[in-house]
């Protein structure tokens, strides 16, 4: 059994950062590529940033040069630092694998740019 648990959200003004994290229960984290998920109402969930269990990243274009994703397989924990966050930004955020494995989905966190 794996579970995903992610924290870290809240309500930011925009060009703020917030910093999420993703905290995994279960004894495989350190084995698969982990990607950060966010779905903002009326819109598909997008994968907006991955990483692999060796460290190399990907970013969508739309977060590129603004989002960090990192991660502590020690801790099994992901993380995805946001900076210069936008208003677009607002969504929930998910964690999971990069290929969204459905049982692994969890509750996410609310994530607002608003002033």
């Known amino acids: 059994q794996v579970q995903l648990v992610e924290s870290g959200g809240g309500l930011v003004q925009p060009g703020g950062s917030l910093r999420l994290s993703c905290a995994a229960s279960g004894s495989i984290f350190s084995i698969y590529a982990m990607g950060w998920y966010r779905q903002a109402p009326g819109k598909q969930r997008e994968l907006v940033a991955a990483i692999t269990s060796g460290g190399s990243t990907n970013y969508a274009d739309s977060v590129k040069g603004r989002f960090t994703i990192s991660r502590d397989n020690a801790k099994n924990t992901v993380y995805l630092q946001m900076n210069s966050l936008k208003p677009e930004d607002t969504a929930v955020y998910y964690c999971?694998?990069?290929?969204?494995?459905?049982?692994?989905w969890g509750q996410g966190t609310q994530v607002t740019v608003s002033s």
């Open positions: 999971n694998t990069d290929l969204g494995n459905e049982d692994y």
